[in-house]
């Protein structure tokens, strides 16, 4: 079982920055591959970008390339997001998530998730 949790949401306006945490509670004798996703209200869940356990290989949705930056530091438990020239249209519930498979960008490949943290861009 695997416990995650986001912090660093919050309000900032467009063109500002944001840089998400989570915390993954887990064994790191299993290789987990860490996710964040978004889900804006009335709105399906949507893949952000993913890391694998080395933190070595990324991939990006392609409305956050160039502007968002996924890491996860050398004990494995924390995965960033680092957000840049956000706009309006990245507000959203961001969450995050692992799974053992790999970098995935399907929500339906990703077991476990955090409970999300509120990211707000004012215009």
């Known amino acids: 079982q695997i416990h995650l949790e986001e912090s660093g949401g919050g309000l900032v306006q467009a063109g500002g920055s944001l840089r998400l945490s989570c915390v993954a509670f887990l064994d790191t004798s299993d290789a987990y591959a860490m996710a964040w996703f978004r889900q804006a209200p009335g709105k399906e869940r949507k893949f952000v970008a993913a890391?694998?356990?080395?933190?070595?290989?990324?991939d990006y949705a392609d409305s956050v390339k160039g502007r968002f930056t996924i890491s996860r530091d050398i004990s494995k438990t924390m995965v960033y997001l680092q957000m840049n020239s956000l706009e309006p249209q990245d507000t959203a519930l961001y969450y995050c998530?692992?799974?053992?498979?790999?970098?995935?960008?399907?929500?339906?490949?990703?077991?476990?998730w955090g409970q999300g943290t509120q990211v707000t861009v004012s215009s």
């Open positions: 890391v694998d356990w080395s933190g070595d290989i990324a």
């Open positions: 998530a692992a799974t053992p498979h790999g970098v995935r960008s399907s929500v339906n490949d990703y077991y476990y």
